[in-house]
C-alpha cells in the first residue's frame, strides 16, 4: 500500500444551497448559488471564508454548458485575499469523488490550507439530459450526432440494453433502483421527491430511450454544494468531527473515454461503469475489500449504471448486478446500502457533491436515514468519459 | 425517419470520408503502416503512431451490438418517434453509431444482421443501416 494521502487530509465543512427544480434557482445567479454553498461549509467548519486558500474543481469547473462561477469571481464575491491553489479536473461529472482527492494533493503538498471543492448548477433552457446533441458539432461528434443519439443517458441506455442481452438483467432490477432510492429520498426534507413510487408505476411510466423509462434518469436540478477539505492536523481543532481521505482515484481506461460517444469498446468494458481500473486501484491504496465498505455513495444519473459500479466494486460479481440488486442487497437493511440521502434519482442531481455531501453526513453520524455505525464510505464520480473517479472516506 | 433535418458534420481532415458517403459508400482510414482500420478517423495509427493513412471501401455488413428506441423526441431534429439509436459492428471490426432504418419498434434484436444504407441530406450524406445481409 504506497498511498501517501492515508488519512492525511479530512473533510471539515460542508455546506449547500437548497435543491430546486432545473430553472427554478433563478433570480439568483450561479455565483450567489456558490457563494451561499461556501458560506454554509464555511460555517459549518468554524472558519472564516477569509481562511480559504484553494480550489479544486471537477468538470472544467462547470456544467458543460460553461455557465460556472469561476475562482476569480468566487473570489470577488466573498472577500477571498489570496490562494495559492486552483486547479479542475478535465471532462465532466465523473471526476466528482475525485475533486476531494484533488484538494488532499494541494494540501499535502503544501500549497493551500483550506481548499473548498464544490459544485453550483444552473441548467435553466441548458438541459445537461440533451448535451450531446446541443453542443457545436466537432470532427468527432459528427460521427454520432447525424444518428440523433442526444444525451448522456441514451448512450447509457445502449449499454444497459446491452448488459440486458448478455447476463438477462431484467427491467426489474432497475425499477428496485428507482424505488430503493425513493424510499430513501422520501424521508429527507431536502429532497425533490417525495412521492413513494411504486413497482406498477415505474412499470407503466413512460420510456424515454427504451429500455429505459422516466423513473430510471435522475432529476433536473439547480443548486450548489460546497466541501471544504485540510490537512489531518488542522482538521482535529476545528469543530467538526473529521472525515478522512483514505484514497483518492481518478482516470480511468482509453476505451471508457469514449463511453459517450463513438462507444466501440471491447464487451466487457461496454457493459461496464468503466470503474473498474478505479476500483482496483482504489482498494489496493487504502488496503481494503468491498467487505470493509459500510455505505456506498454511487454515483446515480441512470439507474442500470448504479447496478454496474456494484459489479466495478465488487458488491457482487461482473454480471450479477441484476439479481443483486434485486435481491434487497442496496437498501437500508441490505448487505451495501446505496445512496442513502436518495441520490440523484429522487433527491437532487448537484453533478455528485450530494454524495460527497452524505458520505460525510454518515461518517459524522448525522444522516437523516444513517446506517448504524458507517465507518467508511466509497463516493464515486459518475460514470462518465475520462476520467471517472472514486475516494473512500473513514470516521 | 426526418430528412434533411440531420446535424451537419465538421470536417477536420476526414472530408474523403463524407466524400466517399456522398457515392454510398463506407470508407474507413486504415494505417499505411500497419494496416489498422480505425474510426472515427484521427491524427495518428494508435497502434503503431505512423501518421500515414488510405481510405478502406468497407463491405458495409454488420450486426447489431445494441440498440435504443426514443420513444420522445428531445430534439427538433429527430421529430418522428420512434426511432433507434444502434451500435453495429461492421464486419472488418470498428463498430459505429447509426440507426437501423425501415423496421419498426421491436423488431430488431442484439445480433440481427444489417447493412449499410445511406441518407443524402441537405449538405452531406449520413451513414445508416437496413436489416439484411450482403446484397
Not at chain 1, 155 to 160: E, F, G, N, Q, V
Not at chain 1, 371 to 382: E, I, P, Q, R, S
Not at chain 2, 87 to 103: K, W
Amino acid at each position: 500500500m504506497s498511498n501517501p494521502l492515508y488519512r492525511k487530509v479530512a473533510i471539515v465543512g460542508v455546506g449547500a444551497t437548497p435543491y430546486y427544480r432545473r430553472g427554478e434557482s433563478q433570480p439568483q445567479t450561479i455565483t450567489e448559488l456558490a457563494g451561499k454553498a461556501i458560506l454554509a461549509a464555511a460555517q459549518d467548519a468554524g472558519i472564516s471564508v477569509k481562511d480559504i486558500d484553494g480550489f479544486a474543481h471537477y468538470s472544467g469547473g462547470g456544467s458543460g454548458h460553461n455557465n460556472f462561477a469561476d475562482t476569480n469571481l468566487i473570489m470577488e464575491a466573498l472577500g477571498i485575499p489570496e490562494i495559492g491553489f486552483t486547479a479542475t479536473l478535465t471532462m465532466g461529472g465523473g471526476g466528482s469523488a475525485a475533486s476531494i482527492g484533488l484538494a488532499g494533493a494541494a494540501i499535502l503538498a503544501g500549497d493551500a490550507k483550506y481548499v473548498v471543492s464544490l459544485m453550483a448548477l444552473q441548467q435553466g433552457n441548458n438541459r445537461l439530459g440533451v448535451v450531446l446533441g446541443a453542443k457545436p458539432p466537432t470532427p468527432e461528434s459528427s460521427f454520432v450526432q447525424p444518428a440523433g443519439m442526444v444525451g448522456p443517458g441514451h448512450a447509457m441506455a445502449i449499454m444497459a440494453r446491452r448488459h440486458m442481452h448478455k447476463y438477462g438483467t431484467r427491467r426489474e432490477a432497475f425499477a428496485e433502483i428507482a424505488i430503493t432510492h425513493r424510499n430513501h429520498a422520501m424521508v429527507r426534507p431536502t429532497s425533490l421527491q417525495k412521492k413513494p413510487l411504486t413497482l406498477e408505476a415505474y412499470m407503466s411510466a413512460r420510456m424515454i430511450a427504451e429500455p429505459l423509462c422516466l423513473y430510471d434518469y435522475c432529476l433536473e436540478t439547480d443548486g450548489a454544494v460546497a466541501v471544504i477539505s485540510t490537512s489531518a492536523e488542522r482538521a482535529r481543532d476545528l469543530r467538526q468531527k473529521p472525515v478522512y481521505l483514505l484514497g483518492s482515484v481518478h482516470g480511468g481506461r482509453r476505451e471508457w473515454g469514449r463511453s459517450f460517444s463513438w462507444m466501440n469498446m471491447p464487451d466487457d468494458i461496454f457493459t461496464s461503469a468503466g470503474n473498474l481500473s478505479i476500483a482496483r486501484l482504489l482498494y489496493e491504496k487504502t488496503g481494503l475489500t468491498p467487505q470493509n465498505i459500510d455505505v456506498a455513495l454511487l454515483y446515480d444519473h441512470f439507474s442500470p449504471l448504479v447496478m454496474m459500479q456494484l459489479e466495478d466494486y465488487g458488491f457482487c460479481p461482473v454480471g450479477e448486478g441484476g439479481p443483486f440488486v434485486e435481491s434487497g442487497a442496496i437498501r437500508m437493511n441490505g448487505s451495501i446500502p446505496v445512496n442513502p440521502h436518495g441520490g440523484n434519482l429522487s433527491e437532487g442531481y448537484v453533478i455528485g457533491m450530494t454524495h460527497v455531501r452524505e458520505a460525510v453526513e454518515q461518517l459524522r453520524g448525522t444522516a437523516v436515514n444513517q446506517v448504524k455505525g458507517a465507518g467508511l464510505a466509497l463516493v464515486t464520480g459518475g460514470p462518465a468519459p475520462i476520467p471517472v473517479s472514486g475516494i473512500i472516506l473513514g470516521s | 425517419m426526418p430528412e434533411r433535418t440531420r446535424p451537419k458534420p465538421k470536417n477536420r481532415f476526414e472530408q474523403a470520408y463524407w466524400d466517399a458517403l456522398a457515392r454510398h459508400q463506407l470508407s474507413l482510414q486504415r494505417c499505411k503502416g500497419c494496416g489498422f482500420v480505425r474510426h472515427p478517423p484521427g491524427e495518428f495509427c494508435p497502434e503503431c503512431w505512423s501518421g500515414e493513412f488510405e481510405w478502406q471501401p468497407m463491405s458495409g455488413v454488420g450486426s447489431i451490438v445494441s440498440i435504443i428506441w426514443y420513444m420522445k423526441s428531445l430534439d427538433a431534429r429527430f421529430p418522428e418517434v420512434p426511432y433507434n439509436v444502434a451500435l453495429v459492428r461492421l464486419a472488418e471490426g470498428p463498430a459505429l453509431i447509426s440507426n437501423v432504418v425501415g423496421s419498426a419498434f421491436g423488431e430488431l434484436k442484439i445480433g440481427d444482421p444489417v447493412r449499410a444504407c445511406y441518407s443524402d441530406e441537405m449538405d452531406f450524406t449520413a451513414l445508416l443501416f437496413e436489416r439484411g445481409s450482403a446484397r
